[in-house]
């Protein structure tokens, strides 16, 4: 009887790290592991904003029959009778990896320091090329701008190793509506030390309409 | 050309198109695909034509003159062929046409000096050459025999008449059973089955009626790899064949044929060739009167090697940055506008015409089971027929690289074969008769990928190799990726160090875990198969990685840091030439007696090397 109704409120069971968990069909891994109280890391991700999997600190190891296979756990979709682990010697490799790149990469940043360290990465063999950068691209910064916010005041320029956030043309613009969405959803202070590059000198806009 | 309205009226319009041949007249076949364009097989072209024009030939000596895609001997460049004679002249130089015009096309008489000769044979035509018999030609059957300007040459060589045979006697379902039967696996790099693809794309549009769309991947990226520029640029009915076959089997009424950006002459012939198509009425509406409609756009590349990725590609052509996407709903399901697709690439589509005309069971005979069919090379790098090749999957490598390629000029074996482009993986001569085929491929650590392979040979350092493919993706990246973006980073900076002698095999193993972490890690499979040269070079030459790391020696004398240059006193005859040739000024000595290379100051640029006439400089 209780099969039935599971099945009519479009619930699946799966389990996460040898605990039965039950998802709503539309459910990814991730969030059914938050719901759960069961930790998976993240850095690109937040609820206001569609995951993109760039990041790729979420992964897990995702186990159906006899294959199984490494997936982002935001996106992956929940699925009957899934068997996820969130810490196998192959997430954790890709985990500490990434995070000991992180350290070269934004090595100004407290909460990256402190992320790493919680997984035993305590310092990085990687060139440091900008030692006060703190942006790690997760591009949450520009989604909330264009998906919540509505004005695209920043976006990527360049792409690659070049990749970096911007705002268009590399000039303040009068898209920029102040909102502090972007800097709220920032995973690092990244977002905050550069907030004058992207809305320019407030109390000297015109606030005539939008820029492009 | 006439239009045709029915499938018979193909088979009419190609038999009146024979039989208005004139057969009485010669034909002379100028290649001008990518290899003998570079070697100016365009001005051999026109010195024909001049040459025809300036001497007034007689009507049964006056040839048709044909420009057409690549033959594959790309080293032999340019190629002409003349039938009915049959003769095969390689490395023709436009000073060369006046004799062949005079001596064979005139008095009927063959130019000797122009025939390729191998160990003392001298080959008359191409078909004798064992280059060209050791192939089998199916996806580039056309190629270097129509002229791809003109679709009676297309025709009269059966273009359209297994679409005809598809669309007016085979029911769609038919058409993908084939496909089943016939066990094509994608050419495009993954190997996925192409009827099961198909049938796919057929179940997704039953639950979600509407568009379905087919995408044809011509973005060939991969350094070195040249096939699907060869195919489009010489045979595009045979593309344009395969699309609406393909179109007609999963229901798809649009198409898009996605194409390089630096492939301007692909661009061009498929251009043509779509208009001549929706002339003839093989493309727009009600083609063939079945009812079926189809028309193809073309799309230039967006100049990016991650184009090529099936959901950037999709980004691009729906107008947003090139940028792939997670996908764990599979673009057969929710491709182009969030709509069912079928991507695929351009040998795979070429296939399609000959399957459905010789039927699925004859390919699925041909090769092993698991990878039937044939499979198109460009053979590049240390090796002397550099060229394009067609074979049986499963042959072993050294029947592509030394029966067919010839081996490395000048030395016994080869030391490593690069397959699967940039991203592949290396393979050591020790597995020269490994199968090539998808599955044998990937259980030595490399792979098919589009088809690409990179000859190398004692000079090549695999160090240096696997820093220079690396770097190339690091390049390529797309940035969105963390494994990717910074990872292929970090393994060039393990290598650039390795490359200095500095590390450990600790080290070594950290690197291995490093690919390990990308491999599982990364978005798309530009990053998850990017540390594949890396891992393999470790795998099978380990011991060349330790005598960096450990000896500090390169071996191959490529890395800079570790090779030192010095003058072998019994050589030098002192005559100074180095002296002027170093950029340093750090080779003294007296006027004929032995020079000395001062080490400290040497950049190891080689310059003095080059310049010896008598041997007399080391690399250690
Ligand atoms: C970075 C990257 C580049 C690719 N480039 C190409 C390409 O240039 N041409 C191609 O056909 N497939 C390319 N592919 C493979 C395609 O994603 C896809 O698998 C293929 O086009 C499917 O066609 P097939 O099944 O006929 O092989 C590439 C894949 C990746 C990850
Ligand atoms: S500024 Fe912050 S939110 Fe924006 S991309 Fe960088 S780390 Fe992410
Ligand atoms: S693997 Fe590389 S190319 Fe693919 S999404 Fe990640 S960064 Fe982009
Ligand atoms: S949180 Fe899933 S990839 Fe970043």
Known sequence: ?212 | MDRVNKAEDLRELRNRLIAAQDTSRPVVRVCLGPGCLAQGADKVAGAFKKAIKDRGLQADVKPLIKETGCHGFCKLGPLVNLDPSGLFYAQVKPEDVEEIVEQTLVKGQVVDRLLYTENGNQYQTASEIPFYAMQQKIATRNLGLIDPILLEDAIINGAYLAAAKALSYMKPEDVVKELELSGLRGRGGAGFPTGRKWRSAVDAAKKSPGMVYIVCNGDEGDPGAFMDRAIMEGDPHGVLEGMLIEAYAVGANQGFLYVRTEYPIAVKNLKRALDQARDLGMLGQNILGTGFDFDVQINRGAGAFVCGESTALFSSIEGKAGEPRAKYIRSVERGLWGRPTVLNNVETLSNVPVIIDEGGDWYAHIGPANSPGTKAFSLVGKVKNVGLVEVPMGVPLSRIVEDIGGGVPGKDHFKAVQTGGPSGGCIPYSLKDVAVDFDSLIKIGSMMGSGGMIVMDDTDCVVDVARYFLHFLEEESCGKCLPCRLGLKGMVEFLDRFSRGEGSEEELDELVSLGEAIKDGALCALGGSAPNPVLTTIRYFRDEYLAHIVDKKCPAGVCKSLITYSIDTDKCTGCGLCVRNCPQSCITGETKTPHTINGEACVRCGMCLESCKFGAINVA
Not at chain 1, 120 to 138: A, H, M
Request: aromatic share 4%; charged share 20%; glycine share 8%.
């Open chain 1, 1 to 212: 009887m209780s099969d039935n109704k599971e099945k009519t409120d479009g619930l699946v069971s799966l389990v996460i790290d040898g605990q039965p968990v039950q998802a709503k069909e539309d459910w990814t891994v991730l969030e059914t592991a938050r719901h759960n109280h069961i930790h998976i890391p993240t850095l690109c991700y937040h609820e206001a904003v569609q995951a993109n999997g760039g990041c790729r600190l979420c992964v897990v190891e995702a186990k159906e029959g006899n294959w199984s296979k490494i997936v982002v756990s935001c996106l992956y979709p929940v699925k009957e009778g899934l068997q996820i682990s969130t810490s196998t010697a192959k997430v954790n490799n890709v985990r500490r990896w990434i995070l000991e790149m992180l350290l070269a990469e934004c090595p100004a940043s407290k909460e990256i320091r402190t992320l790493a360290e919680a997984y035993g990465v305590n310092s990085t063999r990687f060139k440091i090329d900008r030692p006060t950068e703190q942006c790690l691209l997760c591009g949450l910064c520009v989604r909330v701008c264009e998906e919540v916010v509505g004005v695209r005041a920043i976006s990527f320029g360049s792409r690659g190793v070049n990749k970096q956030v911007a705002t268009p043309y590399m000039v303040p613009n009068n898209a920029c509506v102040a909102c502090g969405s972007c800097v709220t959803v920032c995973p690092t202070g990244a977002m905050q030390a550069r907030l004058n590059m992207v809305r320019g000198n407030v109390s000297e806009r015109t606030g005539h309409g939008h820029a492009h």
